[in-house]
């Protein structure tokens, strides 16, 4: 009875080896899945196995999970471990808006936190066998988005960020309103958008060390603090736009596609619910995205502000027209709420609501201007409103 326990045992251990070792062996197969290559041994080690106990699938099944769930190995990871990480100390100001009024979140990173995640392999989407050209499942991909998540070393770091946004106000729905802001106003990474020649997908921590993101990256982020700050999140992908969105979970009424879920850019400054915007090389979203749930928690019930905003935003827009005054200040109103930029890149840092508005003229250090002439555009300098000529 010894002899077979010991026998069955370092079978069992060769089927570790061997299947860690598949794992170990990914290389990139058609349409960029990974297919692992298959020891000879495998094979015949699970032949000779295939009418033993359930033990040996328990520890088949482990192994594999070693590798794709970081939480798996990470779990053993110690405070003190986490500790070591913590080198090269800096820090970074995030700037967000809420209700019109900007502030800012001095967060502590760690250029050894960033060097371990950078280091780490990436995240892998989902297995498949030699000449196995089916596509990931939803399910397999939404275990794939939380893989950028879960990582512990990043949750301890970035948990001190969300204890400064609950910090910031008491009101819960205000909290995920600086999330959003907040990380609407990190940078697009539009480097790695025109010229990049790295499919990597940057952690949440990453992002927010190097201070921009492309919009998959920018999401995972969004996503992460929403989660963290207790709210129901899901990720919007659109493939022929080849964009990401996050979702909140929000009363039916107010969600995007009658999903549950209102509807977040996380690339700019933009009202929450609004998905009209135009992105470079796609134009508006008009695809079916598909939807990946990342937690369930709170609904964002306080939406309804936004949504209003949302659409009165939108119909200002509507037809390239030429605004009123009053509807002018109705724009200006909106802009400077949600911290949205202009064409030219400006935001507005003052509450307009209570400035003059200007029939026939442009408001500027506080006074009505005239009009610029026909073909011209103006801007606002110290000495007044400049108009100089389009061409």
Request: glycine fraction near 6%.
């Amino acid at each position: 009875m010894l002899i077979t326990s010991r026998i069955l045992l370092s079978i069992i251990e060769k089927i570790r080896k061997d299947i860690n070792n598949i794992f170990l062996k990914i290389e990139n197969g058609n349409n960029g899945v990974p297919r692992p290559k298959i020891s000879y041994a495998v094979l015949v080690s699970v032949l000779i196995l295939g009418v033993t106990t359930s033990l040996v699938l328990l520890d088949i099944t482990n192994a594999g999970a070693q590798f794709f769930n970081t939480s798996a190995k990470d779990s053993r990871i110690t405070h003190s471990d986490l500790q070591k990480y913590e080198t090269g100390a800096t820090t970074r100001l995030q700037k967000y808006v809420l209700h019109g009024e900007s502030g800012n979140i001095t967060v502590k990173m760690y250029s050894g936190v960033y060097n371990e995640l950078s280091s780490e392999h990436s995240p892998t989407a989902c297995l498949r066998y030699d000449n196995d050209k089916s596509p990931c499942t939803n399910f397999e991909l939404q275990e794939y988005y939380l893989q950028y998540l879960d990582n512990p070393i990043q949750k301890k770091e970035l948990g001190e960020l969300i204890h400064s946004i609950e910090s910031k106000t008491s009101n819960q729905d205000d909290r995920a309103r600086i999330a959003i802001s907040l990380v609407q106003n990190i940078p697009y990474d539009w480097d790695k958008f025109l010229n990049s020649t790295t499919n990597r997908t940057k952690s949440p921590y990453m992002v927010l060390y190097e201070n921009k993101g492309v919009c998959s990256e920018k999401s995972l982020l969004l996503a992460f603090l929403l989660r963290e700050l207790g709210y129901g999140v899901v990720l919007f992908t659109f493939e022929s736009e080849n964009h990401m969105a996050v979702g909140i979970k929000s009363p039916i009424q107010y969600s995007y596609e009658n999903s549950g879920y209102a509807f977040i850019e996380s690339t700019s400054p933009t009202i929450i619910t609004d998905s009209q915007g135009n992105y470079s090389g796609a134009g508006k979203l008009t695809s079916i995205p598909e939807q990946y749930n990342i937690s369930d928690g709170s609904s964002f019930s306080s939406i309804t502000e936004e949504y209003q905003d949302s659409i009165e935003f939108n119909q200002l827009l509507e037809g390239n027209r030429i605004l009123t005054a009053e509807e002018y200040r109705r724009w200006e109103i909106l802009v400077w709420k949600y911290g949205i930029a202009t064409k030219d890149g400006r935001t507005i840092q003052e509450n307009p609501s209570n400035k003059p508005v200007c029939d026939g003229g442009r408001l500027c250090n506080g006074r009505c201007w005239n009009e610029c002439e026909f073909g011209s555009l103006w801007t606002c300098t110290p000495e007044g409103v400049t108009c100089y000529p389009i061409f």
